[in-house]
């Protein structure tokens, strides 16, 4: 049944009953999808309907295991992949898989970075693939510059991430690109697509919104707009 694209094709039409608001989900030429990609979007809206008008929601069930203690940490799509970095000036990010008994660490982002660690990390997926794949976007920083400025530049590095048959991830380096304002909260990257968006402090303490394609040739920086909330000095 998986195989068939009219099968889910028809389910995604019966459960949206022809509303506008779910046809963003669907490329104009729908024949052009896979069925697992179909397959994944029908079974992701019903679990959220199910989950959303539950009056009994209780969890499905419980892990407990120990993670590195760094600043940024993420829990996957599906609840499988747990993403943790460390706070051991290294720069590296962990993975653990919370589907076995005993999740233990993996390195799954090793920068080699001396004296830095990861001060923000986002995703994307992409919804395309099968198996699973996403691309990962982290920023580097040292820790005594976290919070004051610095002339330093921060590295942005770019990585692809794909699921393995022998249950576990790997990843390989896209792109890498230098930025030169300190980051204003932890969360300061959101991603999607190709399209990164960083947030910053100017040089009057304003707030500044950084829109990057990373995926440009030139590293990622060729395309940019700044975006300020409100007047201010030259940055």
């Given amino acids: 049944?998986?195989?068939?694209?009219?099968?889910?094709?028809?389910?995604?039409?019966?459960?949206?009953?022809?509303r506008n608001e779910?046809?963003?989900?669907?490329?104009?030429?729908?024949?052009?999808?896979?069925?697992?990609?179909?397959?994944?979007?029908?079974?992701?809206?019903?679990?959220?309907?199910?989950?959303?008008?539950?009056?009994?929601?209780?969890?499905?069930?419980?892990?407990?295991?120990?993670s590195t203690r760094g600043f940024e940490m993420a829990l996957l799509p599906g609840g499988r992949w747990f993403l943790s970095s460390t706070r051991d000036k290294t720069g590296c990010?962990?993975?653990?898989?919370?589907?076995?008994?005993?999740?233990?660490?993996?390195v799954l982002v090793d920068n080699d970075r001396d004296g830095q660690d990861i001060w923000a990390l986002t995703i994307s997926l992409d919804h395309t693939t099968n198996p699973f794949e996403f691309d990962l976007a982290i920023?580097?920083?040292?820790?005594?510059?976290?919070?004051?400025?610095s002339g330093i530049p921060r590295k942005i590095a770019v990585w692809r991430v794909s699921s393995k048959d022998d249950d576990s991830l790997s990843a390989k380096p896209t792109c890498s690109f230098s930025v030169f304002r300190e980051s204003s909260v932890h969360e300061s990257l959101s991603m999607y697509g190709h399209a990164l968006l960083r947030v910053s402090y100017s040089s009057s303490r304003e707030?500044?919104?950084?829109?990057?394609?990373?995926?440009?040739?030139?590293?990622?920086?060729?395309?940019?707009?700044?975006?300020?909330?409100?007047?201010?000095?030259?940055?």
Avoid at 43 to 59: D, E, F, G, I, Y
Avoid at 93 to 106: I, K, N
């Fill in 93 to 106: 990010l962990m993975y653990y898989d919370v589907d076995t008994e005993m999740p233990a660490g993996r």
């Fill in 22 to 66: 779910w046809k963003a989900l669907l490329k104009p030429n729908s024949a052009c999808r896979v069925a697992g990609e179909l397959e994944n979007i029908v079974t992701r809206m019903v679990r959220l309907h199910r989950n959303w008008s539950s009056k009994q929601l209780v969890p499905e069930r419980i892990t407990h295991f120990y």
């Fill in 1 to 18: 049944v998986s195989k068939t694209v009219a099968v889910w094709l028809d389910a995604f039409h019966w459960i949206t009953q022809g």
């Fill in 139 to 149: 920023e580097l920083a040292e820790e005594d510059e976290l919070f004051t400025h």
């Fill in 207 to 235: 707030t500044v919104f950084t829109l990057h394609r990373w995926d440009s040739p030139q590293g990622g920086v060729v395309s940019h707009s700044i975006l300020l909330p409100q007047t201010s000095s030259p940055l």
